[in-house]
């Protein structure tokens, strides 16, 4: 075939958009991240980051709020989706389309819904940060990490489980070895999708009177004292944590998919 | 006895997801303050939503600006998946590598590397709306090209040849061939578009104007505040957009259940 | 072709994007062409801090002289009706908000859009120090011009310490004007806290009131309750109290910004972080009257606020200012040398606003519509003080019951604290509530300081430290 023009021109523009207002960025921050006041090269940034117990102390509580928010939606989400997807309904795409509903509610509105209902149980927020935290979070996330679980186990061939259940397995180990191994790509695109925004979502915290810094409000705290430099490092590091969850990611799904051909 | 015990968990996890959203319903249409007593039916809430210049300035601004953005958006994402399809292989896993940064970046990162970007290092001006409109594309474009480019993918290939051997030209097949085919996903990238404008609350506070609010900084805002007849203005707001939400919903649902399959979700593909 | 849609919708952009301009409420713009003869005055002040005008007939105050003060225009409305009077040149007034100092320092950093803007204290001297502000011309200090309402008009005390402020050898009188004033200190409920521990800076890490009190989202007034905490038992000591340089000694300890004091102020701070509510900008108000906070740090204009809206709802509240030392703050106006630059119209169009702003029936209309303290006492207009008496005087229901106090106000109005004419008889309550927190006796007066701005290694040296407060500390999360 002739090599067109238009082919060839085609992806320019976005291509361009993207070179610009995305890489460009990231290198913008990089310079920041990697230099110091005169513009020289310099690891300070990083170095004052990881030996100071407080910047560490931010880090591992963010991962913290990230990792039991994550679990919490993976349990309650797994059944759900499981349910939705292999369950006997007779308009399942309007059914699943109630639990999905909430994504398209703008999320501070319904934070504020909820922290009311917090003030009302609990009288004074402050004195359950951690707990109200995970509870936001989760509120806040469960419809992101339904919908790819939903996705995959829908894919799920229903011969699988057939076939093991006529070889005499229990349902906990179709469980463990068909059903929970072949919803994995569902599993790691949820928590791609909510792990890093939890650790980066502050505005949760603030509206809750959380007054602990996870990671997001330090970048917040340093854009306000227009101190780009820290900023660009925190940046950094959050970026680097993406990207460690998101090679991990892909390592599992493309185990599991070798698993599963087998 | 399964059956049942599925609709209970069903029905629990669906109380966790509404009942707040249902209670500050109820709520909105009292005079009521604070969730607790429950006061008299009372209209003053909407009343005060829709007759606060403050407010409504919010909303049609932010509207406006979701539209302009999500257009913007789908057309560089629509452009850019066709373009990724047809094009050089190179090409498109450039694209792809570079589509795939603020999919799963966090909001706050890209908003405070494009601020830094535009406003520090180019050193526009934040009262153009400029680095608002660009830091809100750069969110939503890359979603578009994934709603896109998984139907350019499941698009009959000979439709294109035939297209070709008949006498079109690259152009036209594009424009009359393909763009049918794939406009259920551009689309869906077009309504996600809107979501995400509508929901964002870090972009827009890196980049926007010192005068201008979105439903998101304004909510945070008035949380913060102290004026409780804008609190409980807020409440009959998030019943309005539960309302409205509830409508398009279910009004794509049934549009869709008419023709093509299940809608696509965030990450469908 | 593809390259046709995409142009028409480049277009389409285009041609949509000034509707968006159009959309946002009228910020300020940049460079504006006048029309012929008009002067363009781009004011800069804080989110409703100046009367819109538009009073109901119920909200006119009369005085006891039969005066009646009503905000029909707002104030500059009526002060461009006012300048074409008085100096025969048409004025047309572009008024923006901004939300924090910061933000206006980095506005006028990046774009100058601003001829004459009111910031607070510490950016006031961060913006004489850098060389960006217009000296008043000497016609605005002329008293014996009448439309010259600030120098006429102006508190005895806060010209006074407009004069003895100077930065590098420049008096900050020269530079700016003031507008509002006031003091820090916390807003509580009395029947829940008594007198004596809100008079105490401690109480913001005393566990009896845990996670029933707020502060501050802000590093400098967090940073001064800190240190204020830190060195009280110095302060308060008789030894210090009698020093003949009290006001300068005191000013120089609550402006220490030492590596040792910041580090130390960070640990007295944590332990304030974990006994608060909450770091709050604006939610204290509502805490405090639905009762889920008992204590709030509040400066005084707020707090006249908050105890009156809790007084609507039947809450008794009352303001207490720490016996130790207490922040004076004041906002001012200044002009912008990049905005006025030579242009002596310009000029003479800023300072008449300040002085319109400055007019006593003009600043009562401001101080009624927000709540706070202007800096003007009236001078010869009797109309301040008339205004505070309709404001705080006892009524005849007090007075028969003998619940009534005398409050002495001199020191404000003519600088002399033992002034007869200013001797207020008010309500015994008012001695803690509102009429305390806007006009505060020489004895506040006396301990209060001005917290001036910080360098640029110190700002850093707080920054850190603020980041650090909020951040939770590792060593603590797995007690290495």
């Given at each position: 075939?002739?090599?067109?023009?238009?082919?060839?021109?085609?992806?320019?523009?976005?291509?361009?958009?993207?070179?610009?207002?995305?890489?460009?960025?990231?290198?913008?921050?990089?310079?920041?991240?990697?230099?110091?006041?005169?513009?020289?090269?310099?690891?300070?940034?990083?170095?004052?980051?990881?030996?100071?117990?407080?910047?560490?102390?931010?880090?591992?509580?963010?991962?913290?709020?990230?990792?039991?928010?994550?679990?919490?939606?993976?349990?309650?989400?797994?059944?759900?989706?499981?349910?939705?997807?292999?369950?006997?309904?007779?308009?399942?795409?309007?059914?699943?389309?109630?639990?999905?509903?909430?994504m398209w509610i703008n999320f501070t509105l319904r934070?504020?819904?909820?922290?009311?209902?917090?003030?009302?149980?609990?009288?004074?927020?402050?004195?359950?940060?951690?707990?109200?935290?995970?509870?936001?979070?989760?509120?806040?996330?469960?419809?992101?990490?339904?919908?790819?679980?939903?996705?995959?186990?829908?894919?799920?061939?229903?011969?699988?489980?057939?076939?093991?259940?006529?070889?005499?397995?229990?349902?906990?180990?179709?469980?463990?070895?068909?059903?929970?191994?072949?919803?994995?790509?569902?599993?790691?695109?949820?928590?791609?999708?909510?792990?890093?925004?939890?650790?980066?979502?502050?505005?949760?915290?603030?509206?809750?009177?959380?007054?602990?810094?996870?990671?997001?409000?330090?970048?917040?705290?340093?854009?306000?004292?227009?101190?780009?430099?820290?900023?660009?490092?925190?940046?950094?590091?959050?970026?680097?944590?993406?990207?460690?969850?998101?090679?991990?990611?892909?390592?599992?799904?493309?185990?599991?998919?070798?698993?599963?051909?087998? | 006895?399964?059956?049942?015990?599925?609709?209970?968990?069903?029905?629990?996890?669906?109380?966790?997801?509404?009942?707040?959203?249902?209670?500050?319903?109820?709520?909105?249409?009292?005079?009521?303050?604070?969730?607790?007593?429950?006061?008299?039916?009372?209209?003053?809430?909407?009343?005060?939503?829709?007759?606060?210049?403050?407010?409504?300035?919010?909303?049609?601004?932010?509207?406006?600006?979701?539209?302009?953005?999500?257009?913007?958006?789908?057309?560089?994402?629509?452009?850019?998946?066709?373009?990724?399809?047809?094009?050089?292989?190179?090409?498109?896993?450039?694209?792809?590598?570079?589509?795939?940064?603020?999919?799963?970046?966090?909001?706050?990162?890209?908003?405070?590397?494009?601020?830094?970007?535009?406003?520090?290092?180019?050193?526009?001006?934040?009262?153009?709306?400029?680095?608002?409109?660009?830091?809100?594309?750069?969110?939503?474009?890359?979603?578009?090209?994934?709603?896109?480019?998984?139907?350019?993918?499941?698009?009959?290939?000979?439709?294109?040849?035939?297209?070709?051997?008949?006498?079109?030209?690259?152009?036209?097949?594009?424009?009359?061939?393909?763009?049918?085919?794939?406009?259920?996903?551009?689309?869906?990238?077009?309504?996600?578009?809107?979501?995400?404008?509508?929901?964002?609350?870090?972009?827009?506070?890196?980049?926007?104007?010192?005068?201008?609010?979105?439903?998101?900084?304004?909510?945070?805002?008035?949380?913060?505040?102290?004026?409780?007849?804008?609190?409980?203005?807020?409440?009959?707001?998030?019943?309005?957009?539960?309302?409205?939400?509830?409508?398009?919903?279910?009004?794509?649902?049934?549009?869709?259940?008419?023709?093509?399959?299940?809608?696509?979700?965030?990450?469908?593909? | 072709?593809?390259?046709?849609?995409?142009?028409?919708?480049?277009?389409?952009?285009?041609?949509?994007?000034?509707?968006?301009?159009?959309?946002?409420?009228?910020?300020?713009?940049?460079?504006?062409?006048?029309?012929?003869?008009?002067?363009?005055?781009?004011?800069?002040?804080?989110?409703?801090?100046?009367?819109?005008?538009?009073?109901?007939?119920?909200?006119?105050?009369?005085?006891?002289?039969?005066?009646?003060?009503k905000g029909e225009d707002a104030v500059i409305t009526?002060?461009?009706?006012?300048?074409?009077?008085?100096?025969?040149?048409?004025?047309?007034?572009?008024?923006?908000?901004?939300?924090?100092?910061?933000?206006?320092?980095?506005?006028?950093?990046?774009?100058?859009?601003?001829?004459?803007?009111?910031?607070?204290?510490?950016?006031?001297?961060?913006?004489?120090?850098?060389?960006?502000?217009?000296?008043?011309?000497?016609?605005?200090?002329?008293?014996?011009?009448?439309?010259?309402?600030?120098?006429?008009?102006?508190?005895?005390?806060?010209?006074?310490?407009?004069?003895?402020?100077?930065?590098?050898?420049?008096?900050?009188?020269?530079?700016?004007?003031?507008?509002?004033?006031?003091?820090?200190?916390?807003?509580?409920?009395?029947?829940?806290?008594?007198?004596?521990?809100?008079?105490?800076?401690?109480?913001?890490?005393?566990?009896?009131?845990?996670?029933?009190?707020?502060?501050?989202?802000?590093?400098?007034?967090?940073?001064?309750?800190?240190?204020?905490?830190?060195?009280?038992?110095?302060?308060?000591?008789?030894?210090?109290?009698?020093?003949?340089?009290?006001?300068?000694?005191?000013?120089?300890?609550?402006?220490?910004?030492?590596?040792?004091?910041?580090?130390?102020?960070?640990?007295?701070?944590?332990?304030?972080?974990?006994?608060?509510?909450?770091?709050?900008?604006?939610?204290?108000?509502?805490?405090?009257?639905?009762?889920?906070?008992?204590?709030?740090?509040?400066?005084?204009?707020?707090?006249?606020?908050?105890?009156?809206?809790?007084?609507?709802?039947?809450?008794?509240?009352?303001?207490?200012?720490?016996?130790?030392?207490?922040?004076?703050?004041?906002?001012?106006?200044?002009?912008?040398?990049?905005?006025?630059?030579?242009?002596?119209?310009?000029?003479?169009?800023?300072?008449?606003?300040?002085?319109?702003?400055?007019?006593?029936?003009?600043?009562?209309?401001?101080?009624?519509?927000?709540?706070?303290?202007?800096?003007?006492?009236?001078?010869?207009?009797?109309?301040?003080?008339?205004?505070?008496?309709?404001?705080?005087?006892?009524?005849?229901?007090?007075?028969?019951?003998?619940?009534?106090?005398?409050?002495?106000?001199?020191?404000?109005?003519?600088?002399?604290?033992?002034?007869?004419?200013?001797?207020?008889?008010?309500?015994?309550?008012?001695?803690?509530?509102?009429?305390?927190?806007?006009?505060?006796?020489?004895?506040?007066?006396?301990?209060?300081?001005?917290?001036?701005?910080?360098?640029?290694?110190?700002?850093?040296?707080?920054?850190?430290?603020?980041v650090n407060v909020r951040c939770p500390d590792i060593?603590?999360?797995?007690?290495?």
């Amino acid at each position: 075939m002739k090599k067109s023009l238009t082919k060839n021109v085609l992806a320019v523009p976005y291509a361009l958009f993207l070179t610009v207002f995305v890489v460009f960025p990231v290198m913008v921050i990089l310079y920041f991240a990697f230099t110091n006041d005169h513009g020289q090269f310099s690891l300070a940034g990083f170095a004052g980051f990881f030996v100071n117990p407080r910047m560490l102390g931010t880090l591992v509580y963010s991962l913290e709020v990230s990792a039991v928010t994550t679990a919490v939606c993976l349990v309650i989400a797994w059944p759900t989706a499981y349910i939705l997807a292999k369950g006997d309904f007779r308009h399942r795409g309007a059914v699943l389309l109630m639990f999905i509903m909430p994504m398209w509610i703008n999320f501070t509105l319904r934070i504020t819904a909820v922290k009311e209902i917090l003030t009302f149980a609990e009288g004074n927020l402050a004195f359950h940060p951690f707990f109200n935290t995970i509870l936001c979070m989760t509120y806040d996330f469960l419809p992101f990490m339904i919908l790819p679980l939903y996705n995959a186990i829908a894919r799920i061939d229903d011969a699988y489980v057939e076939a093991a259940q006529d070889l005499g397995v229990s349902s906990a180990t179709v469980f463990r070895r068909v059903l929970l191994p072949l919803s994995v790509p569902g599993i790691v695109s949820g928590v791609t999708m909510v792990f890093l925004p939890v650790m980066t979502n502050y505005v949760v915290l603030d509206m809750i009177y959380n007054s602990t810094y996870i990671m997001g409000s330090l970048i917040g705290s340093y854009f306000n004292a227009y101190d780009w430099r820290s900023g660009s490092v925190v940046s950094i590091i959050m970026l680097a944590v993406l990207s460690i969850v998101t090679l991990a990611a892909t390592r599992v799904s493309e185990e599991d998919e070798g698993e599963v051909v087998r | 006895m399964k059956r049942r015990f599925q609709w209970l968990w069903l029905g629990a996890v669906l109380l966790f997801m509404y009942a707040p959203i249902l209670i500050l319903g109820i709520y909105s249409f009292t005079d009521s303050a604070v969730i607790g007593a429950l006061g008299q039916f009372s209209l003053t809430n909407y009343q005060v939503l829709f007759t606060t210049p403050e407010i409504m300035d919010m909303l049609t601004g932010t509207l406006i600006l979701a539209l302009i953005v999500s257009l913007m958006a789908t057309a560089l994402g629509t452009v850019g998946a066709l373009g990724a399809f047809y094009g050089p292989r190179r090409g498109r896993r450039a694209v792809r590598t570079m589509n795939q940064i603020p999919v799963v970046n966090a909001d706050v990162v890209t908003g405070f590397s494009v601020c830094i970007l535009l406003i520090v290092f180019f050193g526009m001006d934040k009262d153009t709306y400029i680095p608002l409109a660009i830091g809100l594309t750069t969110l939503c474009a890359p979603f578009v090209y994934l709603s896109v480019l998984p139907r350019l993918r499941q698009m009959d290939p000979a439709l294109y040849e035939a297209a070709l051997d008949l006498g079109c030209t690259e152009g036209q097949t594009i424009r009359k061939v393909v763009l049918p085919q794939i406009a259920p996903g551009v689309f869906s990238g077009f309504m996600l578009s809107i979501t995400l404008t509508l929901d964002d609350y870090f972009i827009s506070t890196y980049t926007k104007p010192a005068t201008f609010d979105t439903i998101s900084t304004y909510v945070v805002n008035a949380t913060r505040g102290s004026q409780t007849e804008i609190k409980t203005a807020l409440w009959a707001l998030s019943t309005v957009i539960f309302l409205v939400v509830v409508l398009v919903v279910f009004a794509m649902n049934r549009s869709a259940s008419r023709g093509n399959p299940a809608a696509d979700g965030r990450k469908g593909a | 072709m593809g390259k046709k849609r995409i142009s028409l919708i480049l277009a389409l952009v285009l041609a949509l994007a000034p509707v968006l301009t159009a959309c946002g409420s009228a910020g300020g713009s940049g460079a504006d062409v006048p029309e012929d003869g008009t002067i363009v005055l781009r004011v800069g002040n804080w989110e409703e801090y100046i009367d819109q005008g538009g009073w109901s007939d119920d909200e006119a105050i009369t005085l006891e002289d039969g005066t009646t003060i009503k905000g029909e225009d707002a104030v500059i409305t009526e002060y461009e009706r006012w300048f074409e009077e008085n100096y025969h040149k048409k004025v047309r007034v572009e008024y923006a908000t901004f939300g924090t100092n910061e933000d206006l320092y980095n506005q006028l950093t990046l774009r100058d859009n601003y001829d004459v803007v009111c910031p607070s204290e510490y950016m006031i001297m961060k913006l004489m120090d850098e060389g960006r502000l217009q000296p008043f011309s000497d016609g605005f200090f002329d008293t014996g011009d009448s439309r010259n309402y600030y120098v006429n008009g102006v508190s005895p005390y806060i010209a006074g310490i407009f004069k003895k402020l100077n930065r590098g050898g420049k008096p900050l009188e020269r530079y700016a004007a003031g507008y509002m004033w006031g003091t820090l200190g916390f807003v509580y409920n009395p029947e829940e806290v008594s007198e004596a521990d809100a008079s105490d800076w401690n109480i913001l890490r005393n566990p009896a009131y845990s996670k029933r009190i707020t502060v501050k989202d802000s590093v400098r007034d967090t940073l001064f309750a800190g240190v204020s905490m830190l060195k009280q038992d110095q302060l308060e000591s008789a030894a210090f109290k009698g020093r003949s340089d009290y006001s300068d000694a005191l000013s120089r300890e609550l402006n220490d910004t030492s590596q040792a004091t910041v580090d130390k102020v960070e640990d007295i701070l944590s332990q304030v972080k974990d006994n608060v509510y909450s770091f709050e900008t604006d939610s204290g108000k509502s805490d405090m009257i639905t009762g889920k906070v008992v204590v709030n740090q509040q400066w005084s204009g707020d707090a006249v606020y908050t105890i009156s809206q809790a007084a609507e709802e039947g809450v008794t509240l009352q303001y207490a200012v720490p016996s130790a030392d207490t922040n004076l703050w004041f906002d001012g106006w200044c002009m912008l040398k990049n905005g006025i630059g030579a242009d002596k119209d310009k000029q003479q169009a800023a300072e008449a606003f300040i002085n319109f702003l400055s007019r006593p029936d003009i600043a009562i209309r401001n101080m009624n519509t927000i709540g706070y303290t202007s800096v003007i006492a009236g001078g010869q207009s009797p109309l301040i003080y008339d205004y505070v008496k309709w404001q705080y005087g006892a009524d005849s229901e007090a007075a028969a019951s003998g619940e009534t106090a005398v409050y002495p106000l001199g020191t404000f109005f003519s600088g002399n604290d033992g002034d007869d004419r200013y001797k207020l008889v008010t309500d015994a309550a008012q001695l803690k509530g509102q009429l305390y927190a806007q006009y505060p006796p020489q004895a506040v007066i006396g301990r209060s300081v001005v917290m001036g701005c910080f360098s640029t290694e110190e700002n850093e040296r707080i920054s850190r430290m603020w980041v650090n407060v909020r951040c939770p500390d590792i060593r603590q999360m797995f007690a290495f």
